[in-house]
């Protein structure tokens, strides 16, 4: 079965650089949610989006923004990197109104120096 | 947003059941009780969820309390593979977010 694909797996940048990490949800799923997570630290949920609209925001930085496609890939831009931006960032997505679990990507482990 | 209680961490032996409890004691009406589990450098994952009866599927089983006041996730064959960190998490209805405690690490021994 088709799972959440997120890429890329690796990312290193320098301080104050962008990066840019890609979310392909389930096929038909209609809902995507970011998560960051540190070091030794539990997922933080930094922003969702259904249908292509923001539905919920977190503890998303300022530096950061999203937004979702009308192929339902969403995207998570990151500005002014800073090394404690260094982390797992997760995404999930499900189907609204559904019976089912959300399904979660494998990350993408970002690394700032 | 209701919170929920677990404990930090809990042993087991290999092929022996396992009970993992969650406090939920403000829960309301309409909060499903979700179980996601973390291993290592890995994505969570979904295990199980439900809304006021007991649940099973082919991972594990949810007991929920008669008040909904807590509920257990229960392993019914822990092997090795099962070692990992649980998360019990309440969601008032999909699409929203979850919100990650501190969850339970389970050690499983062979």
Known sequence: ?113 | DAKTTQPNSMESNEEEPVHLPCNHSTISGTDYIHWYRQLPSQGPEYVIHGLTSNVNNRMASLAIAEDRKSSTLILHRATLRDAAVYYCILSRDYGQNFVFGPGTRLSVLP
């Open chain 1, 1 to 113: 079965a088709a799972g959440v694909i997120q890429s890329p797996r690796h990312l290193i940048k320098e301080k104050r650089e962008t990066a840019t990490l890609k979310c392909y949800p389930i096929p038909r799923h209609d809902t995507v949610y970011w998560y960051q997570q540190g070091p030794g630290q539990d997922p933080q949920f930094l922003i969702s989006f259904y249908e292509k609209m923001q539905s919920d925001k977190g503890s998303i930085p300022d530096r950061f923004s999203a937004q979702q496609f009308s192929d339902y890939h969403s995207e998570l831009n990151m500005s002014s990197l800073e090394l404690g931006d260094s982390a797992l960032y997760f995404c999930a997505s499900s189907l609204l109104g559904f019976n089912y679990g959300y399904t979660f990507g494998s990350g993408t482990r970002l690394t700032v120096v």
